[in-house]
């Protein structure tokens, strides 16, 4: 069938207007030419990129493992279970944090074997302690409830961590490459 000498033309609905904007935007932004790097990061070798990349990833490991622990116990690693009916959680002790970590434990804390119904919650960090790849040390320095960071990391472990404030930086001298911020401060 025709269409009769002297109709209009069909108009055109929104979406091929659509479609005509969404491809004209699209060819705008390839023709803007793109920023080059700064020159620091022009300048970095690759082994010094993937050194920050591993130190960021390392310490992005230990914080996620750390607030999901908390999660968990509503405390952070490192304190001593509590007891049934209470959500009161026992003193500070240091040699617990790893196994509370890398272990199942119950809801008060008590660290056990993986597949244990006694013991729920997964590990919160698999494959061991993130190492800290500027020292490549993956221990930690444990602080005491009223013990502060010091005004700069010393390099003697990978890591420094507060279980009263769920607080971990990285124990290690020098400086993020582009920002020139120091690695303890990250």
């Not at 005509?20 to 990129?49: C, H, K, N, Y």
């Not at 020292?135 to 444990?142: I, K, S």
Request: some cysteine.
């Amino acid at each position: 069938m025709s269409s009769p000498p002297n109709a209009a033309p069909a108009a055109h609905g929104w979406s091929t207007y659509l479609v005509i904007g969404i491809t004209m935007a699209a060819l705008g932004a390839m023709a803007v030419p793109q920023p080059d790097p700064p020159a620091a990061v022009q300048q970095l070798s690759p082994e010094r990129i993937e050194l920050e990349q591993a130190l960021a990833r390392g310490l992005e490991t230990w914080r996620t493992a750390l607030q999901q622990y908390r999660e968990r116990h509503a405390t952070f690693p490192g304190f001593q279970p509590g007891r049934e009916g209470a959500r009161l959680h026992g003193p500070l002790d240091a040699s617990r944090i790893l196994p509370q970590l890398l272990m199942a434990t119950d809801v008060w804390g008590n660290s056990g074997p993986l597949g244990h119904p006694g013991f729920p919650h997964r590990p919160c960090l698999s494959g061991g302690a993130p190492l800290n790849p500027v020292n490549g040390l993956a221990t930690l320095h444990v602080l005491g409830p009223d013990e502060a960071f010091a005004p700069e990391a010393d390099g003697s472990t990978g890591w420094v961590y507060k279980p009263s404030s769920g607080e971990i930086r990285v124990n290690a001298p020098g400086a993020v490459a582009v920002t020139g911020q120091p690695y303890w401060e990250l």
